[in-house]
Nanobody, 124 residues
Framework: QVQLVESGGGLVQAGGSLRLSCVAS????????MGWFRQAPGKEREFVAH????????VYAESVKGRFTISRDNAKNTVYLQMNSLTPEDTAVYYC?????????????????WGQGTQVTVSS
């Protein structure tokens, strides 16, 4: 069973930046893709970005493409989300996620393990 712990959220002004981190434990981190999702108040959770186990491929939601960057450090069991040019529409709880299957780049709806989330609030 994988455990995921996010950090790095906070309050930032529009146009600012934040970097989120997610540390994974409980299984071989370098064998699994990882993803970031978010949930704004009153809305369903939505996909933000994900990355293959080796980091050689990334996919982004259209709403964050060109502003957010997902990356990973397999030596530190950590996946990151660098968020630039933030807008109030990016305000949400951000969740790190992991799929159940190794060496597989999952469909967005195949993520099964979730962290507790970290709040990101962007003021206008």
């Amino acid at each position: 069973q994988v455990q995921l712990v996010e950090s790095g959220g906070g309050l930032v002004q529009a146009g600012g930046s934040l970097r989120l981190s997610c540390v994974a434990s409980g299984r071989t981190f370098s064998s699994y893709a990882m993803g970031w999702f978010r949930q704004a108040p009153g809305k369903e959770r939505e996909f933000v970005a994900h990355i293959t186990w080796s980091g050689d491929r990334t996919v982004y939601a259209e709403s964050v493409k060109g502003r957010f960057t997902i990356s990973r450090d397999n030596a530190k069991n950590t996946v990151y989300l660098q968020m630039n040019s933030l807008t109030p529409e990016d305000t949400a709880v951000y969740y790190c996620a992991a799929p159940p299957r190794s060496y597989y780049f999952p469909r967005i709806n195949e993520y099964r393990s979730w962290g507790q989330g970290t709040q990101v609030t962007v003021s206008s």
